[in-house]
């Protein structure tokens, strides 16, 4: 089994920036693609960011030039480096990954728990 823990400060300043990290664990071969996804109450689940095995990335054009988006394979972590972030920032971010068993080497979907962020003066 996989698991996917996210890490990061749960309240800060519009303006300001935070990075959240979110690091696998388990029986991992290759992690094929890591992303950030968000969902406010009430509303689904939205793309934020993501990052191919290549260093591709890919953004939502609401944090197009103001979130990066990296990885670290030694690690097994993925960061989302978040600047100038803004009150409709507050969210709920979701760390999402597919990582191929080192059994089957068929890459499953993993979603970690959650990580509360709040951008409130």
């Known amino acids: 089994q996989v698991q996917l823990v996210e890490s990061g400060a749960p309240l800060v300043q519009p303006g300001g920036s935070l990075r959240l990290s979110c690091a696998a664990s388990g029986r991992i071969f290759t992690i094929v693609r890591m992303g950030w996804y968000r969902q406010a109450p009430g509303k689904q689940r939205e793309l934020v960011a993501t990052i191919t095995i290549d260093g591709d990335t890919n953004y939502a054009d609401s944090v197009k030039g103001r979130f990066t988006i990296s990885r670290d394979d030694a690690k097994n972590t993925v960061y989302l480096q978040m600047n100038s972030l803004k009150p409709e920032d507050t969210r709920v971010y979701y760390c999402?990954?597919?990582?191929?068993?080192?059994?089957?080497?068929?890459?499953?979907?993993?979603w970690g728990q959650g990580t509360q962020v709040t951008v409130s003066s």
């Open positions: 999402n990954a597919d990582i191929s068993d080192p059994t089957t080497y068929t890459p499953n979907n993993y």
